[in-house]
C-alpha cells in the first residue's frame, strides 16, 4: 500500500512537515484533514508502514511524527526507535487504541510522546502545538 502527499511545495515552505504513519488510510485522511484545518500552510506526508515512513523520513526531515503502534511488518514503537536516531529533534507521538502500560512505558523509555485514538481535532491540536506555531 503506498500514500501520497499532497501540499504544493509552493504553500509549504518554511512551514512544519508532518508525517503520519497508519496502515488505516481512513486514520491517515482524517489526521491529515485535522492538522491542515489548523494549519493550512504545513505539509502532511503520509506512510502506511513503518518501513514506509523510515523510506521517506531521510528526505522530509518531519517536525513531527504521529505514528500508529499496530501496524502489518515493522510496528510503530521499532519505527519510533529508528526514528528518534535519524530524527533527534523531531516530536514522535505514539497514536494508538493500544493503552497499556507496557506501550506506555517503552514509549517513554525512547523519548517519544504518547495519544490515545480516537484521532479527534483536539488531539491533533495538542500535538501540532508541540510545535509552537
Same mark, same amino acid.
Given at each position: =500500500? ?6 504544493? *511545495?509552493? $504553500?509549504?515552505?518554511?512551514? *512544519? ?29 503520509? $506512510? ?22 499496530? =501496524? *502489518? ?14 530524527? *533527534? ?17 517503552? $514509549? ?26
Amino acid at each position: =500500500m503506498t500514500s501520497t502527499s499532497t501540499v504544493p *511545495p509552493a $504553500a509549504s515552505a518554511g512551514a *512544519p512537515t508532518v508525517l503520519i504513519v497508519d496502515d488505516s488510510r481512513v486514520s491517515r485522511l482524517v489526521a491529515r484533514q485535522y492538522i491542515l484545518a489548523l494549519h493550512a500552510d504545513w505539509t502532511v506526508v503520509e $506512510a502506511a508502514t513503518g518501513e514506509e515512513a523510515l523510506a521517506k523520513a531521510p528526505e522530509v526531515r518531519p517536525q513531527l511524527v504521529l505514528m500508529d503502534v499496530n =501496524m *502489518p511488518g515493522m510496528g510503530g514503537i521499532a519505527c519510533a526507535e529508528k526514528l528518534r536516531e535519524l530524527l *533527534p529533534d523531531a516530536h514522535i507521538s505514539l497514536l494508538t487504541a493500544n493503552v497499556q502500560d507496557a506501550t506506555r512505558n517503552r $514509549a517513554s523509555e525512547i523519548g517519544v510522546g504518547f495519544m490515545e485514538k480516537p484521532i479527534t481535532p483536539e488531539r491533533i491540536a495538542r500535538l501540532t502545538a508541540l510545535l509552537g506555531r
